[in-house]
T-cell receptor, first 113, second 117 residues
Framework: AQSVTQLDSHVSVSEGTPVLLRCNYSSSYSPSLFWYVQHPNKGLQLLLKYTSAATLVKGINGFEAEFKKSETSFHLTKPSAHMSDAAEYFCLGGGTSYGKLTFGQGTILTVHP | ETGVTQTPRHLVMGMTNKKSLKCEQHLGHNAMYWYKQSAKKPLELMFVYNFKEQTENNSVPSRFSPECPNSSHLFLHLHTLQPEDSALYLC????????????????FGPGTRLTVL
C-alpha cells in the first residue's frame, strides 16, 4: 500500500528566502507523485508532477521538486518566496488502483514581509 | 481552474433539505471524482466515475447520492445531512481513469462550501 507523509503542518518563511516543503512516500513500486497548492476558498491547483521521466521536476511559479528514491522523498522547493505563495500545499501519491490518489495532510505556508 | 466548474460555490442548508451540487468539466476527460475536505482533516475521496460508471464508493453514507449522466457532468445529491457534513466539496476530473490511470493528473474545481445547520 502507498502512503504519503508531509512532515510539517506549518512552515513560515520571510519573503525572498528559500522555501522547503517536505514530503515522504512509501510505495512498493514506482509511484506517481504530485504537488498541489490550494489558496483560501479555492480548489487545488497542480504545481508539478513526477512520473519517472526525470528526477528533478520543474513546476509553475518557480517551484520544483526532486524525487529521491534512496530517501523516498519528494520535497518541494522554491529559491525565493513571494507573498503570493502563502497557501496550503498538498503532496499526493498515485500508483495504486486507478484514479485513486493518496493525500498528504497538507502544509500551510506562511510568508512574512 | 476554469477547466472544471462547480455550482453553487456556497450552500447553506437545513438537515431536512434536499439539494444538489453540480460539477462540469470542459477538458474532455473520462473520469470524475468527488472529494470532501473538512477542517484539519486530509482530503477524503468519496466517489469515482469512469466513463459514467461508478467505480469507487469510499464507504460514503447513503445521504450522499452521486449521479453521472455523461462524462462531462457529475452531481452530488444531498438529503437529510448532518452538521458534521459541513465541508468543502471538491470535484475533479482526469483523462482516462483506466488501469494505470493513477498517473493521470487530476484537475480540481473551486469547490462548494457547504454548511449544514
Amino acid at each position: 500500500a502507498q502512503s504519503v507523509t508531509q512532515l510539517d503542518s506549518h512552515v513560515s518563511v520571510s519573503e525572498g528566502t528559500p522555501v522547503l516543503l517536505r514530503c515522504n512516500y512509501s510505495s512498493s513500486y514506482s509511484p506517481s507523485l504530485f504537488w498541489y497548492v490550494q489558496h483560501p476558498n479555492k480548489g487545488l491547483q497542480l504545481l508539478l508532477k513526477y512520473t519517472s521521466a526525470a528526477t528533478l521536476v520543474k513546476g509553475i511559479n518557480g517551484f520544483e521538486a526532486e524525487f529521491k528514491k534512496s530517501e523516498t522523498s519528494f520535497h518541494l522547493t522554491k529559491p525565493s518566496a513571494h507573498m503570493s505563495d502563502a497557501a496550503e500545499y498538498f503532496c499526493l501519491g498515485g500508483g495504486t488502483s486507478y484514479g485513486k490518489l493518496t493525500f498528504g495532510q497538507g502544509t500551510i505556508l506562511t510568508v512574512h514581509p | 481552474e476554469t477547466g472544471v466548474t462547480q455550482t453553487p460555490r456556497h450552500l447553506v442548508m437545513g438537515m431536512t433539505n434536499k439539494k444538489s451540487l453540480k460539477c462540469e468539466q470542459h477538458l474532455g476527460h473520462n473520469a470524475m471524482y468527488w472529494y470532501k475536505q473538512s477542517a484539519k482533516k486530509p482530503l477524503e475521496l468519496m466517489f469515482v466515475y469512469n466513463f459514467k460508471e461508478q467505480t469507487e464508493n469510499n464507504s460514503v453514507p447513503s445521504r450522499f447520492s452521486p449521479e453521472c449522466p455523461n462524462s462531462s457532468h457529475l452531481f452530488l445529491h444531498l438529503h437529510t445531512l448532518q452538521p458534521e457534513d459541513s465541508a468543502l466539496y471538491l470535484c475533479a476530473s482526469s483523462g482516462s481513469g483506466l488501469a494505470g490511470g493513477s498517473t493521470d493528473t487530476q484537475y480540481f474545481g473551486p469547490g462548494t462550501r457547504l454548511t449544514v445547520l
